[in-house]
T-cell receptor, first 111, second 113 residues
Framework: GQNIDQPTEMTATEGAIVQINCTYQTSGFNGLFWYQQHAGEAPTFLSYNVLDGLEEKGRFSSFLSRSKGYSYLLLKELQMKDSASYLC????????????FGAGTRLTVKP | EAQVTQNPRYLITVTGKKLTVTCSQN?????MSWYRQDPGLGLRQIYYSMNVEVTDKGDVPEGYKVSRKEKRNFPLILESPSPNQTSLYFC????????????FGPGTRLTVL
């Protein structure tokens, strides 16, 4: 069936590296987004991958493998302010114009 | 300042009393969308609009209506709210379509008693 899966919760230590995975199953593919959402706030854009490979943007990197239906978000040099939910989203999941989000991964960064 | 605004931010109402949540963007965006967010379920798309007078159902459209009479506005209408529509609602817009970055409004927390 069609779905987007990501772990519910993760915990990491300040200064460490964490990888948040997202797997998806969809018949068509128009790329994959990652958004960050702090508690009580709106989601904000982190990255968009449409081709295979790793894209680096400062402390955050995002990887995509279309053949495996797999993406990950890599956060380096973790800071306390990185404690948030991370949402992966696939545009055009059921049709050409809709947007489907995973349930989100809540990351807690501890001192 | 480029932004998406929603009103009201908080609303407590009773079952069956019609309500409208407004959404407006000042970026001349074509694509607009409504989501609800519930614990453990993430963001689920309710309705979206590709442009003026063009709307379509998302994942969870039951119990909701929308309209897009002007490019900047995309109100969400609950004709007869029920307790299972208690949720956090977000409006979002993109410049042209689904492969563009979404800009989200601040959210509306709705409680239906």
């Amino acid at each position: 069936g069609q779905n987007i899966d990501q772990p519910t919760e993760m915990t990491a230590t300040e200064g460490a590296i964490v990888q948040i995975n997202c797997t998806y199953q969809t018949s068509g593919f128009n790329g994959l987004f990652w958004y960050q959402q702090h508690a009580g706030e709106a989601p904000t854009f982190l990255s968009y991958n449409v081709l295979d490979g790793l894209e680096e943007k400062g402390r955050f990197s995002s990887f995509l493998s279309r053949s495996k239906g797999y993406s990950y978000l890599l956060l380096k040099e973790l800071q306390m302010k990185d404690s948030a939910s991370y949402l992966c989203a696939v545009p055009g999941f059921y049709n050409n114009n809709d947007m489907r989000f995973g349930a989100g991964t809540r990351l807690t960064v501890k001192p | 300042e480029a932004q998406v605004t929603q009103n009201p931010r908080y609303l407590i109402t009773v079952t069956g009393k019609k309500l409208t949540v407004t959404c407006s963007q000042n970026m001349n965006h074509e694509y607009m969308s409504w989501y609800r967010q519930d614990p453990g379920l993430g963001l689920r798309q309710i309705y979206y609009s590709m442009n003026v007078e063009v709307t379509d159902k998302g994942d969870v459209p039951e119990g909701y209506k929308v309209s897009r009479k002007e490019k900047r506005n995309f109100p969400l209408i609950l004709e007869s709210p029920s307790p299972n529509q208690t949720s956090l609602y977000f409006c979002a817009s993109t410049a042209r379509g689904i492969t563009d970055t979404q800009y989200f409004g601040p959210g509306t927390r709705l409680t239906v008693l």
